[in-house]
């Protein structure tokens, strides 16, 4: 055994581990990086929020104490955790959530509908406190209109913007800039249905997809690049549906949903309050599926970080039918 002078090894707070099936992780929501670790990792590190680490070590055969030794080291190398005297010195991270507002996302599908009613949809949003909103445009959709939709935004409650953009003429770089420039709400700004050479990407938060996007149907889709590690994603994820939570939508035809996908509608914005929706038990039926009540998900090491779907399932319990991934075999298929 190394001749530490601290007693215990702890990860640092900020750095949740997940037990699946065969392996698990160790998620760092502070860096936004997670580490694939054994199951038997995983039960060390368990033992060790407890127990010395010369009590874990001499716990040990004498062919795996080096084996302790080595891994040790890795986790401290990766910055990943410490040496401390006491445990009760470096409490776990506090996972209680307050959102006092009554919806904090909001998905838009842009149209010449819910153009002509955009200042009522904002009011209300801002009324519920709302603080993202994404609008997508799946024709092609003017960048004078669009500039007229964002203008209303400012002085609300919305905090953050994101925008997907079809492809078209005037979505040249110099344009998008000058719309970034003055809304600087606006955190990320995508061009679907777009050749990779078409656009000089000359900021971070400009990107493209060169694949088209005609409807909501190109939704869903669930791959470590959809991957979300942060501590609010993970304080969220326990208690909540990281996809539908304090979410709501309003479609190309100004219908009101949970999600684009969702097949259930709640009425048209033209002719119903926000804040009377939301406040349904039906409107909230999903917001209480975590990935612990998902079949398979809830054996998954990527369950922390991984978006959700709810629907594109056969039922609201099932995985999502668009995520490829098989934490029995740890492939993708």
Same mark, same amino acid.
């Given at each position: 055994?190394?001749a530490?002078k601290?007693? +215990?090894?702890?990860?640092?707070n900020?750095?949740? &581990?997940?037990?699946?099936?065969?392996?698990? &992780?160790?998620?760092?929501?502070?860096?936004?990086?997670?580490y %694939?670790?054994s199951n038997? %990792?995983?039960?060390?590190?368990?033992?060790?929020?407890?127990?010395?680490?010369?009590?874990?070590?001499?716990?040990?055969?004498?062919?795996?104490?080096?084996? %302790?030794?080595?891994?040790?080291?890795?986790?401290?190398?990766?910055?990943?955790?410490?040496?401390? =005297?006491?445990?009760? #010195? /470096?409490?776990?991270?506090?996972?209680?959530?307050?959102?006092?507002?009554?919806?904090?996302d909001? $998905?838009?599908?842009?149209?010449? !509908?819910?153009?002509?009613?955009?200042?009522?949809?904002?009011?209300q949003?801002?009324? %519920?406190? *709302?603080?993202?909103?994404?609008?997508r445009? +799946?024709?092609?959709f #003017?960048?004078?209109?669009?500039?007229?939709?964002?203008?209303? *935004?400012?002085?609300?409650?919305?905090?953050?913007?994101?925008?997907?953009?079809?492809?078209?003429?005037?979505?040249?770089?110099?344009?998008?800039?000058?719309?970034? @420039?003055?809304?600087?709400?606006?955190?990320? /700004?995508?061009?679907?249905?777009?050749s990779?050479?078409?656009?000089?990407?000359?900021?971070?938060?400009?990107?493209?997809?060169?694949?088209? !996007?005609?409807?909501?149907?190109s939704?869903?889709?669930?791959?470590?690049?959809?991957?979300v590690?942060?501590?609010?994603?993970?304080?969220e994820?326990?208690? +909540?549906?990281?996809?539908?939570?304090?979410? $709501? #939508?309003?479609?190309?035809?100004?219908?009101?949903?949970?999600?684009?996908?969702?097949?259930?509608? /709640?009425? @048209?914005?033209?002719?119903?309050?926000?804040?009377?929706? !939301?406040? &349904?038990?039906?409107?909230?039926?999903?917001?209480?599926?975590?990935? =612990?009540? $998902?079949? &398979?998900?809830?054996?998954?090491? /990527?369950?922390?970080?991984? #978006?959700? *779907?709810?629907? +594109?399932?056969?039922?609201?319990?099932?995985?999502p039918?668009? *995520?490829?991934? =098989?934490?029995?075999?740890?492939?993708?298929?």
């Amino acid at each position: 055994m190394k001749a530490y002078k601290k007693r +215990y090894f702890s990860l640092f707070n900020n750095c949740i &581990t997940v037990k699946g099936i065969n392996r698990s &992780t160790i998620c760092d929501l502070q860096k936004g990086e997670y580490y %694939l670790i054994s199951n038997k %990792l995983y039960d060390t590190l368990e033992t060790l929020k407890t127990n010395s680490f010369k009590t874990v070590f001499q716990s040990l055969p004498a062919t795996e104490r080096n084996d %302790l030794d080595n891994v040790i080291s890795k986790l401290l190398n990766a910055n990943l955790g410490h040496f401390v =005297d006491n445990l009760s #010195s /470096f409490p776990a991270l506090n996972n209680d959530i307050v959102r006092p507002n009554f919806i904090e996302d909001c $998905i838009i599908e842009l149209s010449n !509908i819910n153009f002509k009613h955009f200042q009522r949809i904002i009011t209300q949003l801002s009324e %519920l406190g *709302c603080r993202t909103i994404e609008f997508r445009a +799946y024709k092609i959709f #003017s960048l004078n209109k669009l500039d007229s939709i964002l203008k209303q *935004c400012v002085n609300t409650s919305i905090s953050n913007i994101e925008i997907y953009l079809r492809y078209h003429g005037n979505l040249n770089t110099f344009n998008i800039n000058n719309l970034i @420039s003055k809304y600087p709400l606006i955190s990320k /700004f995508v061009i679907h249905s777009c050749s990779n050479s078409t656009l000089n990407l000359s900021s971070a938060i400009i990107s493209y997809l060169p694949n088209k !996007i005609s409807s909501h149907n190109s939704c869903g889709v669930i791959t470590p690049n959809n991957f979300v590690i942060n501590t609010m994603f993970y304080s969220e994820g326990l208690k +909540y549906n990281t996809c539908l939570y304090k979410k $709501i #939508s309003i479609n190309e035809s100004g219908e009101i949903t949970n999600c684009p996908s969702l097949k259930f509608k /709640f009425g @048209s914005i033209i002719n119903n309050n926000l804040y009377t929706i !939301i406040t &349904t038990k039906l409107f909230k039926q999903y917001w209480k599926i975590t990935k =612990d009540k $998902i079949k &398979t998900c809830k054996v998954c090491e /990527f369950r922390r970080i991984c #978006s959700d *779907c709810r629907a +594109y399932v056969n039922n609201p319990y099932d995985k999502p039918i668009k *995520c490829s991934y =098989d934490p029995f075999t740890n492939t993708h298929h």
